[in-house]
């Protein structure tokens, strides 16, 4: 028989989340953040409207930003950039492809590991802007060139993430898998994949500011068209604001795909709790 004091007593009080807290401090940060670059450009502007920074050597932010406005309005600028994205998708896609199923294969087959592994880490020593000479001898100087580039920057990233992801995967979580009766793609699929996953988005992100870099060297070799050969072409008419718009660009187009790919990443791994900054 019910109690009169337990029929009587209250319904337990259910803990409000920190959700609503968490959503303003990230509010807060998003706004901090953008504090530095404001102060930056702020001083920026105010060294140069006083005459301490030369226009012939750094131009101020408004005049860097009238020639992009003009260069966007005529055209050009979408040309140039239509092309450098090209080129760095496809770099990417061949490297990253490529690093993908190699790292896979080490890490995952002895023999791949021992086939495949010994000649990526004897290739890794070497700078691979350094081998631009021996690349046009192999490639030409035309797109090939380019490409080979990105391509090869993305690739070392990539690769060693994607082989370090799965080895450093627990043996026992495996076993355990194995012990349920999980098949090889089973396995695979529910115990390898997310083991390896933020190994893998770690690579991707080194991948992509590795592939900016080789691209700005890679158009500056006999190009036509892109961002480098815009600054290029600049440089040799003492264009300083082109130059400076085309690093900007440069800059900005690897911290957008840097923020997506994070947004990316805290999309697919929402199980994972890593330490958060206070």
């Not at 239509?82 to 896979?104: F, H, M, N, P, Q």
């Not at 090869?152 to 043996?171: H, K, Q, S, V």
Request: charged share 20%; proline share 6%; with cysteine.
């Amino acid at each position: 028989m019910t109690s009169p004091a337990l029929a009587e007593a209250p319904a337990p009080v259910v803990p409000v989340g920190p959700a609503p807290r968490r959503r303003r401090d990230g509010a807060a940060r998003r706004w901090r953040r953008l504090v530095s670059p404001v102060v930056l450009v702020v001083g920026w502007e105010a060294a140069a409207r006083a005459g301490l920074l030369s226009p012939e050597k750094l131009p101020a932010p408004s005049a860097v930003l009238a020639t992009g406005w003009r260069l966007a309005r005529d055209g050009t600028l979408a040309v140039h950039l239509v092309d450098s994205l090209t080129r760095a998708a496809l770099g990417l896609l061949i490297g990253g492809g490529l690093a993908l199923v190699l790292g896979a294969a080490a890490g995952l087959l002895r023999l791949g590991d021992d086939l495949v592994d010994p000649p990526v880490q004897m290739a890794r020593m070497l700078p691979h802007l350094g081998l631009v000479p021996l690349l046009i001898v192999w490639v030409g100087i035309g797109e090939s060139l380019k490409i080979t580039l990105v391509a090869l920057g993305a690739f070392f990233p990539i690769y060693f993430n994607t082989y370090a992801g799965i080895r450093d995967i627990d043996e026992r979580l495996v076993e355990a898998a194995r012990t349920c009766g999980l098949g090889p793609a089973a396995r695979l699929r529910h115990v390898v994949l997310p083991g390896a996953l933020p190994a893998l988005f770690l690579g991707l992100r080194l991948a992509i500011g590795a592939a900016w870099l080789s691209l700005v060297v890679g158009e500056q070799v006999n190009a036509q068209t892109g961002v480098g050969f815009l600054m290029m072409e600049a440089r040799e008419f003492s264009q300083t604001d082109v130059v400076v718009l085309g690093l900007l660009i440069y800059a900005l187009l690897g911290l957008l795909s840097d923020l997506a790919l994070r947004y990316a990443e805290r999309r697919t791994l929402t199980w994972r709790r890593g330490l958060r900054a206070t």
